[in-house]
């Protein structure tokens, strides 16, 4: 089984999504009249804080007019975690159709995936805008509506739990240390993983069968009359009855049924 290709983009659709959340947050400088003087969008960009950080350490410049423009946020997947809570039989199998073609998938496996996201400011003002804009969205979870497996249309809601929040603000030090308030929030994605998808037919009920014996144990007696139908799942509706016009009854004479073919044995 392993060897066999495939790769459905779940983990890289998840991050995707993830980011998505937080890239219109925006921040609004006010003056003492409460007039707005100016407004900003807040970057985003996928990567640890460290790079942030060592990218203002190792400015060796203090004259250069921009090392590197606050506030901004970024974020990274740090983890990613087999999930038993969530676990289901590992042999049980779905069928979807891709509109054409019906495909068989085994049940999807649950993981949890581990964000953190960092908020970086030079004003503490700046960071309690961003952080507002988005706490009330997480009680504590808020879903994410994933494309996970595109080939077969399977969509699902991914709860993104908000797990804890800390911040640091780093103000003691000489002249030339700059100053880093940050804000972090960590975060758990609990999504699915799919297997490979198949085409397949196997299991797809084709005809039915039905065989009458003249007595009751069937080792022994002659089969007398063989029914068999074939239904047409395209034009078939909820009150259909698939060949039948009457109900079934095993003692029943045979003429009352309509079946697509009947074969005396």
């Given at each position: 089984?392993l ?74 997947m ?62 504590p ?13 399977e ?12 911040f ?68 078939a509706g ?28």
């Open positions: 089984m060897g066999t290709y495939y790769y459905h983009q779940i983990i890289r659709k998840t991050i995707i999504s993830f980011g998505t959340i937080f890239n219109q947050i925006s921040i609004k400088h006010k003056d003492g009249d409460g007039d707005i003087y100016n407004e900003l969008r807040v970057p985003l960009a996928y990567g640890p804080t460290q790079k942030f950080l060592a990218r203002i350490d190792q400015q060796g410049d203090l004259n250069k007019p921009v090392q590197i423009t606050l506030p901004r946020m970024s974020f990274e740090t983890s990613i975690q087999y999930d038993s809570s969530r676990k289901v039989g590992v042999t049980q199998t779905f069928k979807a159709s891709d509109g054409t073609n019906l495909k068989k998938v085994f049940m999807p496996v649950p993981y949890n995936i581990g964000f953190e996201l960092n908020i970086l400011c030079k004003l503490n003002d700046d960071a309690l805008q961003i952080v507002e804009q988005i706490l009330p969205y997480f009680q979870s808020f879903n994410l509506s994933v494309d996970l497996v595109e080939s077969i249309g969509k699902r809601d991914i709860p993104l739990t908000l797990d804890n929040i800390s640091q603000d780093d103000y003691e030090g000489d002249f030339s240390t700059r100053r880093a308030l940050i804000y972090t929030l960590n975060f758990t994605a609990k999504t699915y993983l799919f297997g490979p998808v198949a085409d397949t037919t196997d299991g797809l009920i084709k005809k039915v069968q039905v065989d009458y014996h003249s007595g009751v144990d069937t080792t022994t007696s002659k089969r007398e009359m063989r029914y068999t139908v074939v239904p047409d799942p395209i034009d909820p009150d259909d009855d698939f060949g039948f016009s009457g109900e079934l009854s095993f003692f029943q004479d045979s003429k009352t049924y309509s079946p697509t073919q009947q074969t005396d044995i």
